[in-house]
Nanobody, 117 residues
């Protein structure tokens, strides 16, 4: 059973940057696709980005395209989300998930990102 733990959230001003990390336990990380999602208060959880197991392909939601980048280090069992030019609408709890049999699973506890002046 893979466990995921996110970190790196915080409060930043608009235009600022943060880098989120997601550390996975277990041996399946390096052979599994990974993703970031977010959920703002009162809203449904939404997909932000995902990356293939090798890291050779990645996909980013239109709302964050050009500002966010997803990457991974399989040697460290770690997934990253670099967030630049943050906007107030990026405020949310960010979660990572692993693909198990085609379903995003094993959600971590999340890390809070707040963008405000």
């Amino acid at each position: 059973q893979v466990q995921l733990v996110e970190s790196g959230g915080g409060q930043v001003q608009p235009g600022g940057s943060l880098r989120l990390s997601c550390v996975a336990s277990g041996s399946t990380f390096s052979t599994s696709a990974m993703a970031w999602f977010r959920q703002a208060p009162g809203k449904k959880r939404e997909w932000v980005a995902n990356i293939t197991w090798k890291g050779s392909h990645f996909y980013v939601a239109d709302a964050v395209k050009g500002r966010f980048a997803i990457s991974r280090d399989n040697a460290k069992n770690t997934l990253y989300l670099q967030m630049n030019n943050l906007k107030p609408e990026d405020t949310a709890t960010y979660y990572c998930a692993i693909s198990i049999e085609g379903t995003w699973s094993n959600w971590g506890p999340g890390t809070q990102v707040t963008v405000s002046s």
